[in-house]
């Protein structure tokens, strides 16, 4: 490689020779990007000390031979033992916000960042939400994301790992935030006992066994708790659906993430109505019950337990 980039001097040289050996490579772009040379400009510029989107102008600095060999490292990292940027950076962006990230948690990629964005309407108004639940927070983006969309609300974040907890704290912090979002170690709504919520937002596990196997490596460097569940991906997502309704006010809504399960998600449960969201950056998967369908289909969701 030392010898192949020795005529390489300026940010624009690498980050073109990054992205065609990304290619090269034949690696997995998923994990906030989805092209080589996004990812390619991301290690660039983190090896230089350099915020994104930096004027074009520069493109044509030079590099020192310090920062060559820091770029050259991550590139090597990146291809050699397919981790994803994010964890190259312990950085993260989501519903414009940046955090903390490593390999305890998965990388912040949910379409939920436009709900948050927008606050959740036209189904929740912001002056009405008092207390939020995070299922499955990882990285604590969502509950951070949902405590700025929600000024007067506390929200809680609960994962069961404790290794993702200990992210999220770091989050929490990062934002100063802890006077209004608290990480709870819980099994779902385990220690959650009493707590009742305007919202409940979630993006569990959901990737079936067979589907987790066959995932790009790139997805084999995030905690696997995080990703697989159980034979159809449903294990986590029926015990939500069974146990939201003593924790939801009335008013509230349960919004949660099932990507590549929504299929066998709608077989399992034909009859009930699950509002399917449309979102304009991409991504599927996500549907939208409110607390008086999920009293009302209870029997349904409890006829499986």
């Not at 981790?83 to 916000?97: D, E, I, M, S, W």
């Amino acid at each position: 490689m030392d010898q192949e980039t020795s005529t390489l001097e300026t940010i624009r040289d690498f980050t073109r020779w990054g992205a065609s050996r990304f290619n090269e490579a034949e690696l997995f772009f998923g994990h906030g990007t989805d092209n080589a040379l996004d990812e390619a400009a991301a290690l660039v510029l983190f090896a230089l000390h350099v915020s994104d989107g930096i004027p074009e102008n520069y493109l044509s600095a030079r590099l020192t031979a310090d920062e060559k060999e820091q770029v050259l490292a991550l590139f090597r990292r990146r291809m050699e033992e397919r981790l994803p940027v994010a964890y190259l950076t312990n950085r993260a962006r989501f519903a414009g916000l940046e955090f903390y990230v490593d390999e305890q948690v998965l990388v912040p990629r949910s379409p939920i960042a436009e709900l948050i964005e927008s606050g959740f309407e036209p189904w929740l108004q912001s002056a009405g939400v008092g207390r939020v639940l995070d299922l499955c927070t990882g990285s604590g983006c969502i509950a951070i994301g949902c405590a700025y969309a929600f000024p007067d609300a506390s929200v809680d974040a609960v994962d069961l790992s404790n290794g993702a907890l200990e992210v999220a704290r770091v989050n929490v912090v990062r934002h100063h935030l802890e006077e209004r979002v608290e990480p709870i170690g819980s099994d779902l709504f385990d220690g959650l006992k009493g707590r009742r919520y305007d919202l409940i937002v979630s993006n569990p596990p959901y990737v079936s066994q067979d589907e987790y196997h066959q995932l790009p490596d790139e997805y084999h460097r995030e905690p696997a708790m995080g990703l697989e569940a159980g034979e159809d991906g449903l294990d986590l997502v029926a015990r939500i659906l069974r146990e939201a309704p003593e924790h939801l006010e009335r008013g509230g809504i349960l919004v949660m993430e099932v990507g590549s399960s929504a299929e066998a998600l709608m077989a399992r449960y034909p009859e009930i109505p699950f509002l399917w969201l449309d979102f304009e950056r991409g991504g599927d998967g996500v549907f939208l019950l409110t607390a008086e369908q999920l009293t009302e289909y209870q029997p349904l969701f409890r006829e499986e337990n």
